[in-house]
C-alpha cells in the first residue's frame, strides 16, 4: 500500500507546483481568488507535461498534485484526466516509466474512498500499467478483495465485465491459465440474457471453451454447459457445440467419430487432435469407472474402451488417478483396477438410474448382513440361555447333595448322644 506525505498549505503547496510547472501566471489570480477548483484543473491539465521531466522528480511532483487534488471537494473530476496523462509513455524513463506511474496510481487507488466510483476508473488503468509491465504477481494479492470492491462501486455489468476481460488477458500473459479461464467465466457470467447471442458473447465463449478443451488438467465441463452464453453456441458455432457434448457427457467412440467426420475443421481451429484425444481417453476410463457395479473393473474393459492393448492398461490408469478423476488400486495378479472413489462427469437421468441399482443392492446386501447378524445373535441368546440352565442344574445339583450330607450327620450325632 502507498500513502503521499505533504505539509503545507494549498495556496503555497499550488504555487509550488505551478512554478515547476511553469504555469504560475495562469494559477496565481485563481488562487488569489480563492477559486481551488480552477487553479486545479490547470494545473492537472499541465501535468501531462510531467512526463517528460526528470525520472527522479516525477514520484514526488505526482505525489504533491495528488495530495492537492485530494483537498478538493470534487477531486472525482479531475482523477480521470490524471489517470489518462499517468498511463501515457513516461518519456524521461522508457525502462522505470511503466513501474513509476504504476506506483502513483497505487497511491491515488488507496486514497480515495473505497465506495468511490472513482476507484473503478482508476483500477482498470492500473490493469493496463500491469498488462503492460507484466506484473500479474503484484496485482494477485489484491485481487482477493476484488468481488468486494465491485460490490462497493456498485459497477453496472459492463464495468464487471471490463474488468473480468482485462484481468483474463493479463493472467494469460503471465502464463496463468487456469487463472485468466476463471476470469473468463466471470465475464460470461456478466452478460443479460437479451446479450447471450452477441458477438461479444460468443468470442468470449468460444475462448473459454477453447482453454477448457486444451487444458491438460481441466476436466469439469459442468461449469460451461451451464452457462446460457456457451449454449447459445448451438445455433452459431454447432461443431464447438458438439465437442462440448462429447467431452462433457460421452465417450472415446464418440469422439473418434466426431473426429473422422471434422478433421478439416479440427486443423483449421487449431486443436490438437492429439491432446483432445488423450483427455478423451482419460474421460472415457472416468465413465466406465463410475459406472462398474462391482468396483472391479477388468483390465480387459478398459482397453477394449480405450481402444489400447492390455498392456497398456496400467499407464492410463496410474494417469486417471494423476488427473484426480478416480482413486483405486490395481491388481496385476487379477488383472482388475479396484475402485474406491470415481466423480461422476455428469449427473442426469442414466446416472440417476446407476445409483438406484446401486442403492438397490446395497439394500440387499445390507438385509442379507442384517439376517445374518439375526440369526447369529439369535443362536448367540440361545447358546447363552442354555449355558444358563446348564449351570443352574449343576448348582442346584450340588447343593441337593450338600444338605444331605449335613443332615445325615446331624441324626448321627444325636443317636450318638441318645446311648
Known amino acids: 500500500m502507498q500513502y503521499c506525505f505533504v505539509e503545507g498549505s494549498f495556496p503555497d503547496l499550488a504555487r509550488e507546483l505551478a512554478e515547476y510547472l511553469h504555469i504560475t501566471p495562469e494559477v ?11 487553479a486545479l484543473k490547470k494545473l492537472v491539465i499541465a501535468s501531462a507535461g510531467l512526463n517528460s521531466y526528470p525520472e527522479k522528480e516525477f514520484t514526488a511532483a505526482y505525489n504533491l498534485l495528488v495530495y492537492l487534488v485530494m483537498q478538493s471537494p470534487n477531486s472525482n473530476m479531475f482523477l480521470q484526466k490524471m489517470c489518462d496523462n499517468i ?20 497511491t491515488i487507488f488507496n486514497l480515495i474512498p473505497t465506495d468511490s466510483e472513482a476507484r473503478f476508473h ?39 465485465r471490463k474488468i473480468f476481460s482485462q484481468l483474463a ?34 468470442d468470449l465463449s468460444l475462448r473459454a471453451l477453447r482453454a477448457a478443451l486444451q487444458s491438460p488438467t481441466h476436466f469439469d465441463f459442468h461449469d460451461l454447459t451451464s452457462l446460457p452464453t456457451v449454449q447459445a453456441l448451438s445455433d452459431s458455432h454447432t461443431e464447438y457445440s458438439e465437442l462440448l457434448e462429447i467431452f462433457s457427457e460421452k465417450e472415446l467412440e464418440d469422439y473418434n467419430d466426431f473426429r473422422d467426420e471434422n ?27 463410475a ?12 482397453a477394449k474402451a480405450l481402444q489400447v492393448p492390455v498392456e497398456d492398461v496400467e499407464m492410463w490408469v496410474i494417469d486417471v488417478i494423476r488427473a484426480k478423476l478416480v482413486e483405486g488400486k490395481m491388481s496385476q495378479q487379477k488383472q482388475v483396477f479396484l475402485v474406491h472413489r470415481t ?37 448367540a441368546e440361545a447358546q447363552k440361555e442354555r449355558e444358563m440352565h446348564e449351570i443352574e442344574r449343576k448348582v442346584a445339583g450340588a447343593t441337593g447333595m450338600g444338605a444331605g450330607r449335613r443332615i445325615g450327620g446331624r441324626d448321627n450325632m444325636v443317636e450318638m448322644g441318645t446311648d
Not at 438410474?353 to 438385509?367: G, H, I, M, P, V
Open 343 to 379: 466423480t461422476y462427469r455428469v449427473f442426469g437421468e442414466k446416472q440417476w438410474r446407476e445409483l438406484a441399482t446401486r442403492l438397490d443392492q446395497w439394500r440387499t446386501s445390507l438385509r442379507a448382513v442384517k439376517e445374518v447378524i439375526s440369526r447369529e445373535r439369535q443362536q
Open 122 to 160: 482508476i483500477f482498470l488503468a492500473i490493469l493496463n500499467l500491469v498488462k503492460v509491465t507484466g506484473s500479474f504477481e503484484t496485482l494477485r494479492p489484491q485481487l482477493k478483495k476484488l468481488d468486494q470492491w465491485i460490490d462497493e462501486w456498485e459497477s453496472d455489468e459492463e464495468d464487471q
Open 87 to 106: 498511463s501515457k509513455p513516461i518519456t524521461s524513463a522508457p525502462y522505470n516509466g511503466p513501474g513509476l506511474a504504476l506506483n502513483v496510481l497505487t
Open 28 to 38: 496565481e489570480p485563481l488562487l488569489e481568488a480563492n477559486t481551488k477548483d480552477e
Open 291 to 302: 459406472s462398474t457395479n462391482s468396483k472391479e473393473l477388468e483390465y480387459k474393459r478398459i
Open 169 to 202: 488477458e493479463i493472467a494469460e500473459d503471465a502464463g496463468e491459465e487456469e487463472a485468466s479461464y476463471q476470469f473468463i467465466l466471470k465475464s460470461l457470467c456478466t452478460f443479460p440474457s437479451s446479450e447471450v447471442s452477441s458477438k461479444e458473447a460468443q
Open 263 to 289: 478433421e478439416d475443421w479440427l486443423e483449421k481451429q487449431s486443436l490438437n487432435n492429439s491432446t483432445l484425444h488423450r483427455k478423451m481417453r482419460l474421460l472415457t476410463l472416468a465413465s466406465v469407472a
